[in-house]
């Protein structure tokens, strides 16, 4: 999973991230935060495929975004 892309997608949905390509204490507490809110029967606080694609759908739903 690439993590830049996923703080990316995070701070363009609003999440106050930003991109370092590491998998900080910042990203972790994201990721948990987003896995909580989108999908809270599967918590892992891993950056798996399926919480960068639901970032990656919820981004190319929004009105005027492009998708990164």
Not at 23 to 45: G, I, N, Y
């Amino acid at each position: 999973v690439d993590i830049g892309e996923a703080q990316r997608l995070f701070a363009q949905y609003g999440y106050g991230i930003v991109e370092t390509g590491m998998f900080d204490e910042a990203t972790r507490f994201v990721v948990r935060a987003f896995q909580l809110h989108f999908r809270p029967a599967l918590t892992s606080e891993r950056l798996d495929r399926s919480t960068l694609e639901t970032a990656r759908r919820l981004i190319e739903a929004l009105p005027g975004v492009e998708s990164v």
